[in-house]
């Protein structure tokens, strides 16, 4: 064996100081690695969660800093859950929710069932229909305020040609009972391509030979729907409607520019209420622990609904 | 042709196009909408019925990037012959040109704390997901679930604290402060995207590498990165359209140097009540380069959009 001097250095080197020049041990990288990441979720995720929690226990006011903070102990909580306008904020969000998740899924899924059928150009329209939850919902939002204008907005233009009343007789956004659909339109205009996307994918996972198989049981096409298509997309389908609920139920950006939560309270849902009680009236320690109990809904709900995916994935 | 029984005939492929180009061109009504109005005059944008045809003109444009104040003929007079193209278009509305207005430094402001954030996000996020794809992580899922769950959260209730938090450090109304802002919140996006990709390299290429003698980084960056970069770029670009179109935390937490254009456009008004053209001008701008992304990434959309949960 020849013994060049590269070898012997190697052998003479000690074991530690080796290991620091080939390189760190995989574990150091891991650290290196994830830390950062970790830091900047914990500072900006974590940290201010805990701060909320606490805050929801004070009467801390942040337009009054000098003033003494008192702990209030859980009577911000037994306000925000005893008070009727919360609730009436939460059924805006419940009708909000709601209708929008049964118009996207209903639409949604229609517009992937079709553009599976493989026409030419479905690629083309696929991507135009997807441009509109791409964009800036504040931008968007306040644009749509204009196309809902009484009589020269183009929305109220075309219901008025399609049905024959005045353009100038309602308001979308000014009528309380109008209000809540306008909002339920643009929501469904912009989402409707996610869950179209999501329902697309799984078409496109089931493969031929089920059908196949299916054709030579001489099953008809609209058992072969209900047996075959429905099943197999339902567990995309339920991953869809969990994004829209989360992604929903924090809405903000586009309600508030479009109605800014009125006429009235119509259109207040629970972010744009947080809002104006954190940033408009400055009950800090209140809206604290109006977001705590938010987050406490969303996870929870979320979590039940995870399980039930779950179940329906194992199926 | 071959016969197949799941080839749908050409009636249903017929019937299925013309619904599905018909939904298209609903859909697309209003940013067309959007487009077309920021090329007509004040009086054709407010008509009835509303004008599909009209006399394109740069007025919206001209109004977006100036300010104006609304001229007596004294004034005119005073201002002289109009110098350029732009000053002859505000002359045309009875307005005189009094300076150059915010929206050039918003949508700067925008294209910086956008890819401040992003770049910085990627970085972050590809070493992340790197480690957590390949190393053994005491807690990986815990940590993940947790890098995930973070995106659960109403952006209104963090930002309290957010706000008080970027007070103290003197980050409020600063572009540092937005871009951190942006990383945190599209890390948990990018570290679950990238660590699909990375999942997807074959182990062997790197092992090979280390055989040869690279270093855990050598065989990170020049094996690892490469195969990645389809990746890593539309994981870059959902991270971009993310901070693009931020509204609530740019809102709450930026009002003058900052601010990015979502909050801003929407507040453009002009001389007489409220300019429609001036701000579907600044809304096509703003909005154009978006969709020139989502034409450019239709193959990739699926996975970013999804976080993932959905794979081809």
Known sequence: MTDTPIDKIARATPAGMARRIRGFSDRTIAWIFVAPTIFLLLAVNIFPLIWTIRLSFTDFRVNRPNREVEWVGLRNYERILTDPDIWATMQATAHFLIWTIVLQVLIGFALAYLINKNFRGNDLWTTIIVFPMMLSPAVVGNFWTFLYQPQIGLFNYVIAFFTGVDPASFSMIGDVNLAPWAIVIADTWMWTPFVMLICLAGLRSIPDSIYEAAECDRASKWRQFWTITVPMVLPFLMLAVLFRGIENFKMFDLVVQLTGGGPGNTTTLTSIDLKREAFEKWRTGYSSAYAVILFVTVFGLASIYVKALNKVKQR | ?312
């Open chain 2, 1 to 312: 042709m071959s016969f197949s029984v799941t080839e749908p005939t050409n009636r249903i492929k017929w019937v299925a196009g013309i619904l599905v180009v018909g939904y298209a061109l609903v859909t697309i009504a209003p940013l067309l909408w959007i487009v077309a109005t920021g090329f007509k005059s004040g009086p054709d944008s407010i008509a009835y019925p509303p004008k599909v045809l009209f006399e394109p003109t740069l007025e919206g444009y001209v109004n977006l990037f100036t300010d104006r104040t609304r001229a007596t003929q004294d004034m005119l007079d005073a201002a002289g012959a109009p110098r350029n193209w732009y000053e002859q278009i505000a002359r045309d509305q009875g307005t005189v040109i009094t300076g150059a207005s915010r929206y050039g430094e918003r949508f700067l402001n925008s294209v910086i704390i956008g890819f401040g954030s992003t770049a910085l996000c990627m970085i972050l996020g590809t070493a992340a997901a790197y480690a957590f794809s390949r190393f053994r992580v005491p807690l990986k899922d815990d940590l993940l679930f947790f890098i995930l769950s973070t995106r659960m959260m109403p952006p209104i209730a963090v930002a309290i604290p957010i706000f008080l938090m970027f007070r103290n450090l003197g980050l409020n109304d600063t572009h540092l402060g937005m871009i951190l802002l942006y990383t945190a919140v599209n890390l948990s996006l990018s570290v679950w995207l990238l660590k699909g990709f990375i999942d997807e390299i074959p182990v062997e290429y790197e092992e090979a590498a280390l055989i040869d003698g690279y270093t855990r980084f050598q065989a990170f960056y020049k094996v690892v990165l490469p195969q990645a970069a389809t990746g890593i770029a539309s994981t870059a670009i959902f991270c971009l359209i993310f901070a693009w179109n931020e509204y609530a935390f740019a809102v709450l937490l930026t009002s003058g140097t900052a601010q990015t254009a979502p909050p801003f456009i929407p507040t453009i008004i002009g001389t007489s009540g409220k300019d429609w053209p001036a701000v579907a001008a600044g809304a096509t701008i703003f909005l154009v380069p978006v969709m020139v992304f989502t034409i450019l990434l239709r193959k990739h959309l699926l996975r970013g959009i999804t976080f993932g949960a959905v794979r081809k």
